[in-house]
């Protein structure tokens, strides 16, 4: 019987496991899967982030850490002929899947749930169609004159309780005061003056995005732990927003090269449909056989929580605190405050998927183990076992949901990392592909970045190094 996941999981009283067991049952996945496994050179870790977008135009304003490249779109629609036709992406974050489909002909699809991905979007796509010529000019004086500073207006900036103080006085001033001063132009010109100011928060405040939470500059007067954190410069308001409208602007006016040779399409762009909102509540509302490929990156398994290293971004898109309660708990499991979602009161068609999970023999010796280790206090956080357990069968879903709306042969691309907790390894990779298998898919190729990466000082520290595969999954629909 699948199980309901509408309360916190409670283990009944089970035998001893231990990581043998763990070890054991992970071997035995992995013969399964071994023909599949293959390391590929060519996937460099910075292929597979935000880092090759550094330098691209379009993609380099914002810096979207958790995404992957435009050039890895570009590698795998090539590699597996997908040229035609419409895709999705179910965790479209700041659209690099979508804009690159589009540059290639095929129609896209993404569903975003936070406010920071949907606006960047939303700005990308007004940019590619509407800005005239008049709407450049305007932004242009914004790069040589800085209208704002005289102002007597302003616009109070939103906080949130993590992100009071993030400021220093003269900037949160200068924030507040341009954020006035732009209603002055129109609307095309406000939203990408608005949408300047969300790319520059971070390198103008005294935090620093690092997974889990933002960290603070010991210059803001916060304390963070023993050690004091010195981000390095902190770049003043008036070069930051100047820079990045410049930078804006040098890739999109028309009379530039990069302009030129950005809008030279050899095909007619694709059509871009954002779905706002989470992929479980989305998904079961979308069409069968929809779509040709899925190309994707869920959140890890590894305790980053977006609403809070987004904070500076949500509080300016106007986010309250009940609002970032909401989204930390609507979004997938990948938290230790996420609860558990009550999956089959969201979509009762889901009992075989939750069987998919039930029936992996890896991942319930992993939960096993977890729960043990949290009866006998051994765990640093004791919501470890319900984030990992909400991830996996979550994801289930995810997964059985994709296998519907995707037509026969389709292939799935998804873009992964394995995990570490409490000494336990967890090949997220194998876990999924194995449940995949029983969902409509077929497991093409398990492709392997040649370097993986390490595990937490903490575990290390006390069960040793143990380095950890990151991977892309390439999945075919049955």
Known sequence: MATNLTLDFKVEPVESIDLGEIE????????????????QPSLTRSLVSFQANKNRPVYRWYKYKEGFSASLVEHFFQKYQISTGKILDPFAGS????????????????IELLPIGQQIISTKRLLESKFTAEDFDAL???????????????ITLNELRITAGAYSEETKDQIEKYLAAVKSENERVQAVLFFALLCVLEIISYTRKDG????????????????????????????AIAEKIGEIMADL????????????QKVEPGNIHLFDGSSLDVMPKLPSDEYDAIITSPPYCNRYDYTRTYALELALLGIDEKGLIDLRQTMLSCTVENRAKDLLKINPKWANALAAADSQELLQAILKYLELQKAQGLLNNNGIPRMVRGYFYEMACIIAECARVMKSNAALIMVNDNVRYAGASISVDMILSSIAEKLGFRVENILVLPSGKGNSSQQMGEHGRDELRKCIYVWRKI
Do not use: C
């Open 24 to 39: 054991r049952l992970d071997s035995e996945l992995e013969s399964h899967f071994r023909s599949k496994f293959f390391v």
């Open 212 to 239: 889990q939470y933002l960290r603070w500059d010991y210059r803001s007067g916060r304390t963070q732990g023993k050690k004091l954190f010195d981000k390095g410069e902190i770049v003043g308001f008036e070069k």
């Open 95 to 110: 659209g690099t899947a979508l804009f690159t489909a589009s540059a290639m002909g095929l129609d896209a699809d993404g």
């Open 140 to 154: 242009e004086k914004w790069t040589k004159t800085p209208f704002w500073k005289e102002s007597q207006d302003r």
């Open 253 to 264: 006016r028309p009379t530039t090269p990069i302009q030129k040779n950005l809008f030279e």
